[in-house]
């Protein structure tokens, strides 16, 4: 039983194939995209259903023979000129004289551009007039299709296919340098010849940059999403011939792998796609690739304009550089460029790991403090080596390394993480930039409780003085009245005389472990409170960093906004804890003078902070 046929782009079965093509696909490669950036909706234009039997027809001097091709605007008719008895496509609008004042220019642009142009590698235009209230103009007639339907058949061969993208890429310097870009080169928008010589066509969406002939509004969505740049995706209207070179980036890449660089289920995806600029490698999906033809591929499709090739001319020369076997003018990435394009490709990852980092960052200075305690580490000098526990192998700190850890954690550690947590996640609204650092505090407080944790916990559910009361109970002093120090023992907890002196010491062992329990659950609470406090910084800065830098200043000028900004709000706040916590007399007021300086402090800063913000010129949008 013979198999059904499969059409050749998305390998779907299908009774109706056309030129290779199933209906979807031919739909979508022959249709330009027009997108509004508010809605993203198709608005390819209105357009009058035409009659299925047009052989015959006359248009001015031109008898249509049958459709070629139909998009959302127009409509290509293969017709013959009744007087030179040539064959020519003839173009026109599908709306007619119902046309809209904008289809009307967009028509006049299209047939303005390939009149100026001349080069066998774009279809040229033989006349341009109107028949009946409906404009039109005829081009060349090309036989052998476009390159959507033999695509395939040229990525067997790489160096011939190479050598047609060289003549692509040359026809589209010839139109650069006549201030022509196309803005909508696809495969379906290149015919190929008999001789396997390209044609470009279909200028719908030419821009003639040196008349003014702009027509798009701003925040308009032009192209075909498959192969469109980002700046296209982003609905910039002030492009430049860097589009053009971006989509023969993408034609290469499907030469090379066979697909887009992007393809989404809808159109709305793969703009999305492209705006998020992730794009996989060519060798990772053909893993016979040439090296150097890659790196010519990721050049044309970087995401910067200005990372591109500065004309289609140094396309044309890095490929036939290699077909020559000589050396490209691309250098490999350096380990800069592959760290941002890894971190780019593997962002979930990345930010998991960095946020991981910053909580071992974090706790370090928080262990030093903790085996600089002279009480945890010297007291083991007392004592045979061996006893000694791993964690305190070190021997004790000196306060001064200790003093200047904690500068590092309160000064600058503590402030900048909020600022490298915008930089890594680089969230697109405040609520994601508050949600990324809402996630990275949730990871730092985990890895800090599991390294740490117990260290607070033990400290806030342990009495030294009583153990220090029991032990010198047990051991007292030279001199000290051993009943006197029972007395204490005793009345530090009441009933224990009751009990049997054979039982004693087990009792007050297993209430020492009791009390420690019970209080476990205030002194975790505690703990969470302050944590919580903690994470609040964090969230402020990611939020306070993201402002910053999506105005797009230089990193160090945002950097240093960010301190400025981060520690006036950190004061304001110390001091309104030091209100609060600070013993107070009988009048309310703070008792020392440092509190009343502070307050002032803070006072002067809060004021010029409102001040400079109500004048618009202080970068702080999140306070």
């Given amino acids: 039983m013979n198999s059904m046929p499969r059409c050749q782009q998305c390998d779907s079965e299908s009774t109706t194939l056309q030129a290779g093509l199933c209906p979807k696909c031919k739909a979508g490669n022959e249709q330009t995209l027009v997108l509004n ?13 035409q009659p299925n039997d047009i052989a015959g027809t006359k248009v001015g001097d031109y008898e249509i023979i049958e459709e070629i091709a139909r998009g959302g605007m127009g409509v290509i008719y293969k017709a013959k000129h009744s007087t030179l008895n040539r064959v020519a496509a003839l173009k026109m609008i599908l709306s007619g004289q119902f046309s809209s004042k904008e289809e ?22 033989y006349e341009i007039g109107e028949a009946e209230g409906r404009a039109f103009f005829a081009m060349k007639y090309v036989e052998g299709g476009s390159l959507t339907e033999k695509i395939q058949q040229m990525r067997t061969n790489l160096p011939n296919a190479m050598k047609f993208l060289v003549k692509v890429a040359q026809a589209v310097h010839h139109a650069h340098q006549r201030g022509i870009l196309h803005r909508d080169l696809k495969p379906a928008n290149i015919l190929v010849e008999d001789d ?26 032009l192209g075909t999403p498959s192969y469109m740049s980002p ?24 030469l090379l792998t066979g697909v887009p660089p992007y393809r989404g289920e809808t159109a709305l995806e793969t703009i999305l796609q492209i705006r998020e600029g992730i794009i996989e490698p ?11 033809l890659e790196l010519i591929c990721l050049k044309c499709l970087q995401r910067d304009p200005e990372q591109r090739y500065e004309t289609a ?45 910053m909580g071992v960052l974090v706790t370090t200075p928080f262990a030093l403090n903790f085996i600089a305690g002279q009480n945890f580490v010297r007291v083991y000098d007392y004592f045979p080596e061996e006893s000694r526990p791993w964690l305190f192998s070190l021997g004790h700190i000196s306060s001064r390394v200790n003093y200047i850890c904690g500068a590092f954690l309160v000064f600058f550690l503590w ?31 985990v890895i800090f409780s599991i390294l740490l944790g117990w260290m607070p916990l033990m400290r806030l559910t342990h009495d030294d003085s009583r153990e220090k009361t029991l032990t010198q109970a047990l051991w007292p002093k030279q001199g000290q009245d051993a009943d006197y120090t029972r007395r204490l023992a005793n009345n530090m907890y009441p009933g224990l005389d009751k009990i049997p002196v054979t039982q004693r010491a087990d009792a007050i062992a297993f209430r020492l472990h009791s009390d420690r329990l019970g209080a476990a659950p205030q002194a975790i609470a505690f703990i969470v409170f302050v944590e919580f406090c903690l994470m609040v910084p964090v969230i402020y800065g990611t939020a306070l960093a993201y402002s910053l830098l999506k105005r797009g200043n230089n990193n160090w000028i945002a950097l240093f906004r960010y301190f400025v900004a981060w520690w006036l709000i950190a004061t304001i706040l110390t001091a309104t804890l030091l209100i609060i916590l600070s013993s107070t007399n009988q009048q309310g007021y703070p008792t ?14 809060l004021f010029w902070v409102v001040i400079r913000r109500w004048k618009g010129d202080f970068p702080t949008e999140s306070l």
């Fill in 313 to 357: 001319l140094s396309f044309v020369s890095d490929l036939e550089a290699w077909m020559n076997h000589e050396p490209i003018s691309i250098r490999p990435p350096s380990w800069r460029d592959r760290t941002s394009l890894w971190f780019q490709r593997n962002r979930q990852v990345a930010y998991l790991a960095f946020a991981v980092f």
């Fill in 104 to 125: 009307m220019q967009r028509f006049r642009v299209e047939a303005e551009a390939a009149a100026r142009l001349d080069h066998p590698g774009i279809i040229p235009v």
């Fill in 592 to 605: 020392t003078i440092g509190q009343q300086l502070s307050i002032c402090v803070a006072a002067a800063i």
């Fill in 37 to 49: 950036q508010a809605n993203l909706d198709d608005s390819s234009g209105s357009s009058i259903d």
């Fill in 231 to 254: 700046e296209q995706a982003m609905g910039i209207s002030s492009v430049t011939t860097a589009v053009d070179i971006y989509a023969l980036g993408a034609i290469m890449y499907e």
């Fill in 196 to 221: 396997d010589q390209p044609c470009i066509t279909d200028l719908g969406l030419a821009k003639i940059t040196n008349n003014n002939s702009e027509i798009t509004n701003t925040g308009a969505v």
């Fill in 282 to 292: 060519p060798s990772k999906k053909n893993s016979s690739l040439d090296y150097e």
């Fill in 415 to 445: 402030p900048i993480t909020g600022f490298l947590n915008a930089y890594v996640a680089r969230p697109t609204s405040y609520w994601k930039a508050t949600s990324a650092g809402g996630l990275t505090s949730v990871v730092l407080i």
